[in-house]
């Protein structure tokens, strides 16, 4: 049979069932998606990236494509992202200062309220304060002292203002005394900063148990958040006095919202999946990270708290 018969066999069977040819296009994803990163490479936003997009296809029948556009303190990626045309081909993976403290500390180009709707929170990541194993500070307490003598001396490397660890850093250092005291040295994300760290650019900085583990060796850890040690033998800031919640990131992937909705039932169906994928299990657990999982709905009920509680923080820092 011709090639013209059998499209002409098609169409009548179709309009026969009385079908429109949108009714025959395949299935959503019909192509990749991209997924944007608005941070550096190498930090633990991108290692997450990396384990779950490697799984996810399984569930969707296509992959999602990592594409990092790190810039402005996650800004250049988040204005592409909200710019995008809201047909689920488009992602971002982001975090909780990103999405909810920046508005409150600089004029954006973007409303991360209205312009994006939550698919669903991967994890969270509590920070570490490390330095090199050739560091002098063998405790958290050894660097705030000598920090209180030696004003300007020490240079802390961050992943970008208002970012994943500068805001918390700023809230630890007021806590501890010493926010007048130290340099900060922005970088474009985490590995970034973990690499102007490791050159010596910088003495100490903020990361997450899966980037630290990757180092080794190479690195000491002084201080850990959470409610319990993510180290033997390391202090929790509550355990030294600190507020207990500092420097908890919530990794989340979102959607421009207008996202049809079977679309974002897609998205969200197979990102709950996700959580009981063997391979998934063992990759996320290999890289150092616990999975606390929150669906899209569950998570958009906290983003209005959070806001709240960031604009207090905010405005109690600024009159330090």
Do not use: C
């Not at 900085?205 to 630290?212: A, E, G, R, V, W």
Request: aromatic share 8%.
């Amino acid at each position: 049979m011709r090639i013209r018969n059998v499209i002409k066999l098609v169409l009548g069977t179709v309009l026969a069932l009385g079908l429109s040819i949108d009714d025959v296009k395949a299935e959503f994803p019909e192509k990749p998606i991209t997924m944007i990163l608005p941070l550096g490479a190498g930090g633990s936003h991108d290692r997450n990236a990396r384990v779950f997009t490697s799984v996810i296809p399984e569930f969707l029948g296509n992959a999602i494509i990592v594409k990092l556009m790190p810039g402005a303190s996650g800004q250049v990626g988040t204005a592409a992202a909200a710019r995008a045309k809201p047909d689920g081909y488009t992602l971002i993976f982001t975090h909780n200062y990103y999405d909810q403290l920046q508005k409150h500390v600089k004029k954006l180009p973007y409303n991360t309220d209205k312009d994006f709707v939550t698919v669903g929170k991967l994890n969270s990541g509590s920070f570490s304060v490390i330095v090199r194993a050739d560091s002098p500070f063998k405790t958290w307490g050894q660097l705030v002292a000598f920090a209180k003598k030696n004003p300007g001396k020490l240079k802390f490397a961050h992943s970008g203002n208002w970012g994943a660890t500068h805001a918390p850093a700023l809230q630890l250092f007021t806590e501890a005394g010493i926010v007048k005291n130290i340099v900060m040295v922005p970088y474009k994300g985490g590995g970034p900063s973990l690499r102007g760290f490791l050159a010596k650019e910088a003495d100490f900085t903020f990361q997450f148990k899966s980037t630290i583990k990757a180092q080794g060796k190479k690195v000491r850890v002084l201080i850990s958040a959470g409610q319990k040690t993510a180290f033997k033998g390391v202090p929790t800031f509550k355990d030294l006095g600190y507020t207990s919640d500092i420097g908890l990131m919530h990794r989340v992937l979102m959607a421009p919202r207008g996202i049809p909705a079977d679309r974002l039932a897609k998205l969200r169906g197979a990102m709950t999946k996700l959580q009981g994928h063997k391979t998934y299990k063992r990759l996320i657990k290999a890289i150092g990270e616990i999975t606390d999982y929150e669906t899209g709905p569950a998570y958009e009920k906290q983003r209005p708290a959070q806001s709240k509680a960031y604009k207090a923080m905010v405005q109690g820092l600024m009159k330090k």
